[in-house]
């Protein structure tokens, strides 16, 4: 055992993923593993169902790191179902409410509680979050864009001008629970008179305005992919002294028919963890990225393959 790991408390960091982004949770899992040598790490999964192949990987991510363990958290479906009529036809899924459910599942384990989104890499150490005291705080969190902050505030009427990424979040999970902010959360999404656009981000933030502790956003540095294709530039921009970069977008970076350096870095971590051989994502999987990826290959330069792109797009639109 290293120094790092005999001073080093255990950091608990939580996911909440469904069998759709187990894959790139393990990417991110590895590039945790990889900018923190000899820390001790244990990784919480919570899902509603999760495939035993990608039980079979966590289990094994064990055997190949030493100071690391994990440790799965079904989830009763029917706890969530209460909730699906607020996704209408977003993206989403259910698996996004399972964050409010950290705290209970884990109290007990440890006093604080790192969650993380599956579309982040980390690319740098973790050690000065794993020590901020966070004694006095309810959840520490990172500022989004300031152009969604400052629609998100005036949307949903904040009373303090501050708005969080949901995408990161260290909780304190004795003081989460006795604000009782899954219930307020809960309450928030079933009765605001607000347009929830992102549902249980914007209801946190509701009940958390003015409550939560804002850090750099070094801590949860947002990239939006769209912003470099958009342009017809495929490598990465500078991310200064960013530890965790987090893919927020629509393009994800497993997209590996996207073109973009940051394909190349996901593939990087992907390697090292037991999810390697699943790989990225050769082709636009839905209607959605058909049509953006006819659009990157237009702003390339190649006309022919951007119109048969868009021809896919308008046969599986009409087919659904």
Not at 214 to 236: E, F, V
Request: glycine share 6%; proline share 5%; with cysteine.
């Amino acid at each position: 055992m290293t120094a790092v790991a005999a001073a080093e408390p255990q950091f608990h960091i939580a996911f909440c993923v469904d069998d759709r982004y187990c894959r790139a949770m393990g990417a991110t899992i590895a590039s945790i593993i990889a900018h923190n040598p000899g820390r001790r790490f244990k990784f919480h999964v919570l899902g509603i169902a999760i495939d035993a192949a990608h039980q079979a990987r966590l289990r094994r991510l064990e055997q190949m790191h030493p100071l690391v363990q994990t440790q799965l958290h079904l989830i009763d479906a029917a706890t969530l179902d209460q909730f699906a009529h607020l996704l209408g036809h977003s993206h989403y899924s259910l698996s996004i409410f399972t964050r409010l459910l950290i705290p209970e599942q884990l109290r007990g384990q440890s006093e604080r509680v790192l969650y993380l989104d599956a579309d982040i890499l980390c690319v740098g150490p973790l050690d000065e979050l794993a020590a901020l005291d966070i004694g006095a705080d309810i959840a520490v969190v990172v500022p989004d864009a300031p152009v969604t902050t400052r629609r998100r505030v005036a949307a949903l009427g904040l009373p303090q001008a501050e708005y969080f990424n949901s995408g990161v979040m260290l909780i304190n999970i004795e003081r989460w629970l006795q604000a009782g902010i899954k219930e307020a959360t809960l309450a928030t999404l079933q009765h605001s008179d607000k347009e929830l656009r992102f549902p249980d981000q914007d209801a946190l933030n509701i009940v958390l305005n003015g409550r939560a502790r804002y850090i750099s956003p070094r801590w949860n540095y947002l990239y939006d992919l769209i912003h470099d294709l958009n342009d017809n530039k495929t490598a990465l921009r500078p991310v200064g002294k960013a530890a965790l970069v987090h893919f927020a977008g629509a393009v994800k970076p497993w997209a590996d028919w996207s073109g973009h350096a940051a394909c190349r870095l996901f593939a990087h971590h992907l390697a090292q963890s037991p999810w390697a051989e699943l790989g990225l994502d050769g082709e636009p999987g839905n209607t959605k990225e058909m049509r953006m990826h006819s659009r990157f290959l237009w702003r390339q330069g190649k006309p022919l393959q951007s119109l048969r792109w868009f021809l896919r797009y308008l046969r599986k639109r009409r087919a659904r």
